[in-house]
């Protein structure tokens, strides 16, 4: 069974910084498109940035600048720095490998102004 499992999740003020972690298991082979998306309460998941296997990555404008997405080059684990956090930046954010419609269960980012 394929599974993408998030840790790192938290609280934090207003201008601290996490790191999520995203692990891949049980994929026969690995993924070649994988991201971070966020849900706001009451609302729709949307991407907040994305990785392809070669490195080229992606962000939605209200993170760039402020959000890294890494992998470890085959995307069995991926990596999201968030810096500068801003209280809109409260979601449950998940991994995802998109594509092959496999979600991680989601882990809550809640930022405090």
């Known amino acids: 069974q394929v599974q993408l499992v998030e840790s790192g999740g938290g609280w934090v003020q207003a201008g601290g910084s996490l790191r999520l972690s995203c692990r891949a298991s049980g994929n026969r082979y690995p993924f070649r498109f994988m991201g971070w998306y966020r849900r706001y309460a009451g609302k729709q998941r949307d991407m907040v940035a994305t990785?392809?296997?070669?490195?080229?990555?992606n962000y939605t404008d209200s993170v760039n600048g402020r959000f890294i997405i890494s992998g470890d080059g085959v995307l069995n684990t991926v990596a999201l720095e968030m810096n500068d956090l801003k209280p809109e930046d409260t979601a449950v954010y998940y991994c995802?490998?998109?594509?092959?419609?496999?979600w991680g269960r989601g882990t809550q980012v809640t930022v405090s102004s």
């Open positions: 990785i392809t296997r070669d490195g080229t990555t």
């Open positions: 995802a490998a998109p594509k092959s419609n496999v």
